[in-house]
């Protein structure tokens, strides 16, 4: 039932910027929690970013803080995230997760997961 589709990923150099989006279908988008999860290649699932109901409360991990931006539009259902200053380190795919997320641990795809979209940061 649970619908995410990520958008926004690409190609960008080192400091450059991108925004993802995720457009969300299928449950009551307004009272849910939000999160973004990315995973680098050849590592772990990465808790980055969640965001409370109204939009109002908004955390994010150590790794990211400063350069990211989470954000959301209850009204047409979509989930942002905006990179800044970007990072090599940043490559990783990323993905929307409907949830209360603010650790790395216990992480793995789900129903309540998107699909994706793939960030590479190189020159």
């Known amino acids: 039932e649970v619908r995410l589709v990520e958008s926004g990923g690409g190609l960008v150099q080192p400091g450059g910027s991108l925004r993802l989006s995720c457009a969300a279908s299928?449950?009551?988008?307004?009272?849910?929690?939000m999160s973004w999860v990315r995973q680098a290649p050849g590592k772990g699932f990465e808790w980055v970013s969640s965001i409370g109901l109204s939009g109002s409360n908004t955390y994010y991990a150590d790794s990211v803080k400063g350069r990211f931006t989470i954000s959301r539009d209850n009204d047409k259902g979509t989930l942002y995230l905006q990179l800044n200053s970007l990072k090599t380190e940043d490559t990783a795919m990323y993905y929307c997760v409907k949830g209360r997320l603010q650790s790395s641990d216990y992480l793995q795809r789900g129903s309540s997961w998107g699909q994706g979209t793939q960030v590479t940061v190189a020159s």
């Open positions: 299928g449950f009551i988008f307004s009272i849910s929690y």
